[in-house]
């Protein structure tokens, strides 16, 4: 599952739905004493940064889960939003867009390669044939 910030994708795209999620976390009353007590010391709050990437993961994954069911191959426009709903708990909302990426054909594959060699191989000729010229002229 492809997950872009992005609203453009590298290919065409079918749009399939819009997909959301909402985790609510809490730390236990013991990690919140503890994350308080470090609150009054200064510095980093190990308890509240594992409280936030847990509810993160399971906002990820649950919209992954939604935009699965809905056939999809990728999430655009995808975004994240955090609020404090109390004292120890924290909301993350994740949301973005399903769209099924349009692969092309197997066909159109190798006729575009073929058409770039052609190509590549025209630019070659031109260009060799503009160095013969030249080294003609200097002889």
Known sequence: ????????????????GFV????VYSVFVARDILAGL???????ISEFEDMIQS???DATETIKSKAVELDADAIIGF?????????????I??????????????DQIIEGWYNMKLR?????????KKWEDRKIFER
């Open 55 to 57: 509810a993160i993961d």
């Open 93 to 106: 909302i994740a949301y973005g867009t399903a769209v099924k990426l349009i692969r092309p054909e197997v």
């Open 79 to 91: 975004r994240l939003q955090s609020t404090m709903v109390g004292e120890g708990c924290a909301e």
């Open 38 to 44: 470090k609150n009054l010391k200064g510095g980093k």
């Open 120 to 128: 590549g191989l025209y630019v070659w000729i031109t260009e060799y």
């Open 1 to 16: 599952m492809m997950i872009l910030t992005t609203e453009n994708t590298p290919m065409p795209y079918q749009w399939k």
């Open 20 to 23: 959301n999620s909402v985790s």
